[in-house]
């Protein structure tokens, strides 16, 4: 690619991206009512949306071979445990974190 | 003065909650970086990219993209299969991020699966300006990332200690915004549908594929839920 081409691509990667994020502002803009099904779903969608995220975290996971998952099971069951007792975010992350590199680099290599 | 006090007490507010986002940036802005000076790319085109996508995992998809032939259209296809979910996290924030000025411009264009996830669960302390406090926290999450792939990109290659597992972090993050939420929602439906349907579809058609099959069964079920959920008047 020359470089106005190079360019031109990632303007349209920025393009595409931001399309993402700000349609769904056009189409329901601030100052005109948004229909009530979009309401329920802007109540109801984001506590699905973070689940989907959490799945999206583990989607290349491979359980059939390798250490089968076992690293991020063990790992995010000791997040939601420490997190249930201590409800300390910061605490939770690190814990977890650290963890998960041990268990990789040392015990499931 | 007391725009300036309302703008320091919003980023003192902001900074703590964004620390897991600083360490996983760190992580994935320096992997990006090294990346793309290793596909050849001078340090200004990676922090550009940063700058001006902002978003991990098209970015990452990216570089070898950026070394093909010119395909102008399959790099705006990209973006939009890639970062499809976006439009959820838009509706979920509409209301939220209902706040005047220009600051909104920017809080949009920053909504990458961090700052959202901060941003829609965090209740910033009162006393504490709503508009600054999500402004700061997409503020500190851009400069993170943009910092991060400069470090990478220039410097990256010198960096040794072992990282292997460090990009967690993020999935971390988002266990225990989950985990937050089911502690406090007083109905869990929606975040049960949230885990269950997207496990499911990634069974059936894997990584790649799971995630547009993702939203769709999402909004059907929510689509279906909606009666029952009014009904028992569920507040989350």
């Known amino acids: ?109 | 003065m007391k725009q300036g006090n309302d703008k320091i007490k919003a980023l003192e507010a902001a900074f703590p909650r964004t620390i897991p986002i600083l360490a996983g940036f760190m992580f994935l802005g320096i992997a990006y970086g090294i990346r793309m000076s290793v596909a050849g790319f001078h340090p200004l085109y990676s922090v550009l990219m940063s700058i001006i996508i902002f978003g991990g995992s098209i970015q990452f998809v990216a570089v070898p993209m950026l070394l093909a032939p010119f395909a102008p259209l399959e790099a705006l296809f990209m973006s939009l299969m890639i970062n499809a979910r976006h439009l959820f996290y838009g509706i979920s924030m509409l209301e939220k991020y209902s706040i005047p000025s220009k600051k909104r411009l920017y809080l949009i264009f920053g909504m990458i699966d961090e700052t959202f996830s901060i941003n829609c669960t965090a209740e910033p302390p009162a006393g504490v300006d709503r508009g600054w406090f999500y402004f700061f926290v997409t503020l500190l999450d851009h400069s993170y990332w943009v910092i991060a792939t400069a470090i990478g990109a220039i410097f990256g290659t010198a960096v040794s200690f072992n990282t292997k597992g460090l990009d967690f972090v993020m999935t971390a993050l988002f266990v225990v915004i989950f985990t937050e939420q089911v502690l406090t929602e007083k109905d869990h439906l929606s975040s049960i549908l949230g885990i269950a349907l997207p496990l499911v579809c990634l069974l059936i058609f894997g990584g790649g594929n799971f995630l547009i099959p993702s939203m769709i069964a999402l909004l059907a079920a929510l689509t279906v839920a909606k009666k029952p959920i009014e009904k028992r008047g569920a507040v989350l």
């Open chain 1, 1 to 109: 690619m020359t470089k106005a081409q190079l360019l031109i691509t990632i303007a349209l990667f920025a393009v595409g991206t931001m399309m993402t994020r700000f349609l769904p502002f056009i189409i329901f803009p601030k100052n005109r009512t948004t229909p009530k099904f979009v309401t329920y779903l802007g109540k109801y969608l984001p506590a699905a949306v973070i689940g989907m995220l959490v799945i999206y975290c583990i989607k290349d996971v491979d359980i059939m071979s390798g250490a089968h998952g076992l690293p991020e099971l063990i790992s995010i069951a000791v997040i939601v445990l420490l997190h249930v007792w201590r409800r300390q975010v910061l605490l939770s992350v690190g814990v977890g974190t650290v963890l998960y590199m041990l268990l990789v680099q040392f015990v499931f290599v």
